[in-house]
């Protein structure tokens, strides 16, 4: 499988430069110790992750220099002796020059460096203990010193003068909102006391009770414009992916050898950074469903009048705080009826029922694991991921899909998803006195109905909304409330949902009210239970419900109907879920995007210790770790697990930077089932490993 690299640059420069900052902060501090030889066991890890990162991303000439650099410090702990001053001079030489390479990485460099030679030269000769330059700039700064020190009060200016952007760590954005929440709600609440207290007050005390009623809008009105800002820190602008996606989908096409126009066009809209880090995965597969299922052949395009040469196309919109991403292509469309066929051949017990399914029934099967209505697959088709996948990261994101389709035409992936995380659009309702809330995205239209217009259908009562015939359901139903009792108004309060291009109405006891909330995480007691996404708190801190509702519409079929959920686990093989353990964060992602590419359920930790932790949590069919982590390294960790009895049949790979005879024989020793190095990823010796022990 090949993997774009530069859709993880920007984790790999981060990355870097927090290990070298780090590499020079322990220079800084060996240098004024008199043993330092504790500090060798940090210098070692972060050299080792710095080395196998940059080979994962292909960086040649940095990958040997660390290399080298490590041997010359493993030789200093072998030997048992301090870190000589002109060692911690060298190491901090050589972070000088790698500062600038990853600098030019960044402006497009390729990781070659034209000191290259010069640094190689001088570590070498340290290996062997015999004089080396250990500061690479001093003959340079000695025949321009002079010029040198006169421009950096001017580059200096010029920096802080021109930089608009600082770096935020999105915890803080976090806490701040949350202070901002409670203070929000404080003010809800003193608007309501005020609202009693104007009831029960006289005349004389009106002119005090309006002016502390404006002050408080003033107040909240400022809350709210403060939050905004505080959220906008967390906002990307969504063209940061875009360019990297289209120099993916262009290599892939030319793999198919299709002949595909790209439209793809600059955006000036921002995002929050968590759902544009999510984004990438979930574009690329459908632009990849496009180019393989959807833009036919020269020569069938031109038999439907079609140009030789196909479009596909991906625009961003923002309407109010939603964003619409569209996928399209002018290809094939989504054939039904070869759904239906395959349907048919996957769930015969079904047969009654997919036979009368209608086009948005049919279109559900598209988003069912390992589906595919292609006979032959071909690289790309073949990367076992489907668009269970795309469905199951949008739901992650409080997104939602709508498919539009024509055959012949071409087909249109439209994903709405919200501009923020921090807050949400929603609506309250209340049904058998308890509140809820409904997210807006999910939000067709909301009715008001009465008994007369209901049809009774066989499994379920129907209403016609703009001559379509929506099955409507009763909340309580999935709610177990037993106590409700009759409806006798003669007026129902009907909210019709949409997921999947499939609606739903639902009814309720009454609509609330409409607005802007933030949501917060399920209590750690109910962060297992599907049916809801988060909680909010209301004016009286009460915790209202958030509802999932893909698992509410889920749930309103299984009751009525059939568990599609049970039929599709019986007939789709098991999806195996795997832990991946390492201290780099390039080589977490690399690792966990190969292994999803797989259709794999794919956890990370970043050592040894986190990894245990998670295996308590959850049951996984194989372990991927690194070798060498801080806290708890890869063998430790082997150890741990073939001495726990819940644990100890888990198959565990161990992966290392290089290939050393001592390292594969103790982790053999060990345990281990596998013994891979980074550099054979690209020839997906990992992905052949891993299921061979799966047994697939």
């Known amino acids: 499988m090949n993997i774009d690299k530069n859709l993880f640059k920007s984790d790999y420069i981060s990355e870097a430069r927090e290990i070298l900052d780090s590499l020079d902060d322990i220079a800084i501090q060996a240098a004024k110790k008199t043993r330092n030889t504790g500090f060798l066991k940090e210098i070692l890890r972060l050299l080792h992750t710095l080395k196998g990162s940059s080979r994962m991303m292909e960086y040649s000439q940095i990958e040997k220099v660390i290399n080298q650099l490590e041997t010359v410090f493993k030789n200093i702990q072998n030997n048992q002796t301090e870190i000589p001053n002109k060692i911690i001079q060298l190491l901090m030489s050589v972070n000088a020059v790698l500062h600038k390479v990853i600098d030019s990485i960044e402006d497009g460099g390729d990781g070659s460096f034209e000191q290259y030679e010069e640094v190689i030269k001088n570590v070498d000769l340290a290996l062997e203990d015999d004089d080396f330059n250990a500061d690479f700039s001093a003959e340079k700064n000695q025949e321009s010193g002079i010029e040198d020190a006169a421009n950096v009060q001017d580059e200096n200016a010029e920096f802080f003068h021109d930089s608009q952007t600082i770096k935020v760590q999105v915890s803080q954005i976090d806490s701040i909102l949350q202070l901002l929440d409670k203070l929000i709600m404080r003010q809800i609440k003193l608007k309501k006391e005020i609202d009693i207290l104007n009831q029960k007050s006289g005349m004389t005390e009106f002119q005090a009770f309006q002016e502390l009623s404006e002050n408080i809008s003033v107040l909240e009105s400022q809350s709210v414009d403060i939050q905004k800002n505080i959220i906008s820190l967390r906002m990307l602008p969504f063209d940061m992916i875009l360019r990297p996606i289209k120099r993916s989908i262009v290599a892939e096409a030319l793999k198919t050898g299709k002949n595909i126009d790209f439209d793809i066009p600059q955006s000036e809209i921002t995002i929050d950074k968590f759902i544009l880090e999510k984004l990438p995965a979930v574009l690329i597969h459908l632009v990849r469903n496009a180019i393989d299922h959807g833009i036919e052949s020269p020569e069938e395009r031109k038999k439907f009048g079609k140009p030789a040469k196909g479009t596909i196309s991906v625009s961003v919109n923002q309407v109010s705080n939603r964003i619409f991403v569209t996928v399209k292509d002018d290809g094939h469309g989504i054939d039904y009826e070869k759904i239906r066929e395959k349907a048919l051949q996957l769930f015969p017990e079904r047969e009654a029922d997919i036979r009368t399914a209608d086009e948005t029934d049919l279109l559900q099967f598209i988003f069912y694991s390992g589906f595919s209505t292609k006979e032959e697959q071909s690289e790309l088709s073949g990367r076992g991921i489907g668009l269970d996948v795309v469905r199951t990261e949008m739901d992650k994101l409080k997104g939602k899909i709508t498919v539009y389709s024509e055959l012949n035409k071409g087909t249109t992936f439209e994903l709405s998803l919200p501009a923020s995380l921090a807050t949400q659009d929603g609506l309250f309702v209340s049904v058998s006195d308890n509140s809820y809330l409904i997210l807006s995205h999910y939000i ?79 209590p750690p007691l109910l962060k297992d239970f599907n049916a809801l996404q988060g909680v909010v708190f209301d004016e009286n801190y009460s915790i209202i419900p958030v509802l999932n509702i893909p698992d509410t519409m889920r749930r309103f079929r299984v009751v009525n109907v059939y568990d599609i959920k049970n039929l599709e686990v019986k007939k789709a093989p098991k999806i195996h879920s795997i832990l991946v353990v390492d201290d780099s964060h390039t080589t977490r992602h690399i690792e966990q995007i190969i292994l999803e ?58 992966v290392s930077s290089v290939f050393e005879k001592d390292t594969l024989e103790k982790a053999k020793d060990l345990g281990a089932q596998g013994y891979i190095v980074k550099s054979d990823f690209e020839r997906e010796n990992l992905t052949a490993k891993v299921k061979e022990l799966l047994n697939e």
């Open 444 to 522: 067709r239209e909301i009715l008001t109905v009465t008994k007369a217009d209901f049809v009774q259908m066989q499994h379920c009562p129907v209403i016609n909304v703009h001559n379509e015939l929506i099955p409507v359901y009763d909340f309580d139903i999935i709610n177990q409330n037993s106590k409700k009792q009759a409806n006798t108004k003669p007026e129902i309060s009907v909210v019709i949902l949409e997921y999947l291009n499939r609606k739903i109405g639902v009814m309720v006891d009454s609509i609330l009210h409409y607005g802007t909330v933030v949501i917060k995480p399920v």
């Open 597 to 654: 590419a797989e259709n794999y359920n794919v956890a990370t930790a970043v050592d040894g210790i986190e990894a245990l932790e998670k295996m308590k949590q959850h049951q996984f069919d194989l372990v991927v770790t690194d070798v060498r982590m801080p806290r708890m390294d890869g063998f430790v960790l082997l150890h741990n697990m073939r001495h726990k009895e819940e644990l100890k049949d888990i198959p565990v790979i161990m």
